[in-house]
């Protein structure tokens, strides 16, 4: 079965401006995730959502970052203006089934802020 | 809320030479409990998981974990490290149902020729 897809891989943007990332999950899998992982740390959730509803956005500043998932499928991150501190991969991820599979993770994307 | 302490942000070990990750967690339920790998410029992939059954759990490439209620952990082990093992581990903790996974900060093995 084909994976979990991000795009883009890498992207590179100056402070203030704004970016969106794209995921597109394993079909079938109605739980999504969008998780920040800054250099040296473990990641961070961000917001879940089941089906196209959310379901946890706490950790999620929602001043600058807002997610949406149309149809229930593919999902778009998107931040506005993004700060210096927003450097991070962005990893997607989707599940089925936790206790049974786990999650399956995107390559992520590589954002630099400058 | 659950966390996770991963001791030790690098760990070296020879080729050859027994893998030691250390993972303890805090979680006010019996919690489900996962082990990730990451490569570089890659995202993460499943090793093994513990949700209920035996507390030993064997994972892909010769990875293993037991979960220890008494001590709340969940070391990750390898009889024999080789060169490819080489990555950035994580654990990560959930309570059962469609909560979301909550990761430690990770370590970094380095294994040594």
């Known amino acids: 079965e084909a994976g979990v897809a991000q795009s883009p891989r890498y992207k590179i943007i100056e402070k203030r401006q704004s970016v969106a990332f794209w995921c597109n999950p394993i079909s079938g899998h109605a739980t999504l995730y969008w998780y920040q992982q800054i250099l040296g740390q473990g990641p961070k959730l961000l917001i879940q959502?089941?089906?196209?509803?959310?379901?946890?956005d706490s950790q999620l500043p929602k001043d600058r970052f807002s997610a949406e998932r149309l149809k229930g499928v593919d999902s778009t991150l998107k931040i506005q203006p993004a700060k210096l501190e927003d450097s991070a991969v962005y990893l997607c991820a989707s599940s089925l089934d936790l206790s049974s599979y786990g999650y399956t993770f995107g390559s992520g994307t590589r954002l630099t802020v400058v | 809320a659950q966390s996770v302490t991963q001791l030790g942000s690098h760990v070296s070990v020879s080729e050859g030479a027994l893998v030691l990750l250390r993972c303890n967690y805090s979680s006010s339920v019996p919690p489900y409990l996962f082990w990730y790998v990451q490569y570089p410029n890659q995202g993460l992939q499943l090793l093994l998981k513990?949700?209920?059954?035996?507390?030993l759990v064997k994972g892909i490439n010769g990875f293993e974990a037991e979960f220890k209620k008494s001590e709340t952990s969940f070391h990750l082990t390898k009889p024999s490290a080789h060169m490819s093992d080489a990555a950035e581990y994580f654990c990560a903790v959930s309570d059962p149902g469609n909560t979301p996974l909550v990761f430690g900060k990770g370590t970094r093995l380095s294994v040594i020729a």
């Open positions: 959502f089941q089906n196209n509803g959310v379901v946890d």
């Open positions: 513990y949700t209920t059954g035996a507390t």
